[in-house]
């Protein structure tokens, strides 16, 4: 079983569309993330939830909107997609109390047309 | 938090050891060193922390030197499937709530 799974695992779209990634893990943790890979392989968080409850939003534009229905989840929304946000987004989750030792999924790899 | 300096890449042969080093001169007092790595095409796996004192586990063994100015993370039978990028990375813990910073690492090439 796959910890922390994320779909799909490549996305190709055109600039303006809207798109979603999803993001599940059955670790049973109560944090999940989102972190984004750059094109220079530098490794960025972006947002943070805990228990369903956004902790860090790493001044993201308000395009991109994570959602948490339960903890099991959270899935990434982005609304009218660039150039720029082509980069490959993992999502990855910690236990409560060990919150620097994180479980990342293998990526999903995002290209902006 | 503070800043890590790493070789931009190293090699090493199937079998031996690989020694990463790390250099973190301005590390504070609360701040653990953590050690993660990426293999190609994946996501970043975590490998092994400590505070002070050295650390090993199933993966690894972290050697801190006493003024905590530097760290060595050490594979001790590297094998062809541990070629990655090898990041060091300082967090004091507790209220980060998972925001690690990720610099350049090392670029780990094992040969046979």
């Known amino acids: 079983d796959t910890a922390v799974s994320q779909t799909p695992k490549y996305l190709v779209t055109q600039m303006g569309n809207d798109k979603s990634i999803k993001c599940e893990q059955n670790l049973g943790h109560d944090t999940m993330y989102w972190y984004k890979q750059d094109s220079k392989k530098f490794l960025k968080i972006m947002f943070s939830y805990n228990n369903k409850e956004l902790i860090i939003n790493e001044t993201v534009p308000n395009r991109f909107s994570p959602k948490s229905p339960d903890k099991a989840h959270l899935n990434l929304h982005i609304n009218s997609l660039e150039l720029g946000d082509s980069a490959v987004y993992f999502c990855?989750?910690?236990?409560?109390?060990?919150?620097?030792?994180?479980?990342f999924g293998s990526g999903t790899q995002l290209s902006v047309l | 938090d503070a800043k890590t300096t790493q070789p931009t890449s190293m090699d090493c042969a199937e079998g031996r050891a690989a020694n990463l080093p790390c250099n973190h001169s301005t590390i504070s007092g609360n701040e653990y060193v953590y050690w993660y790595r990426q293999i190609h095409s994946q996501g970043p796996q975590y490998i092994i922390h400590g505070l002070k004192n050295n650390e090993t586990n199933e993966m690894a063994s972290l050697i801190i030197t006493e003024d905590r100015k530097s760290s060595t993370l050490i594979l001790p039978h590297a094998t062809l499937r541990d070629t990655a990028v090898y990041y060091c990375?300082?967090?004091?813990?507790?209220?980060?709530?998972?925001?690690?910073?990720f610099g350049q690492g090392t670029i780990l090439t094992v040969h046979p």
């Open positions: 990375i300082l967090n004091a813990g507790g209220t980060s709530y998972g925001k690690l910073t």
């Open positions: 990855a989750s910690s236990q409560a109390g060990s919150n620097e030792k994180l479980f």
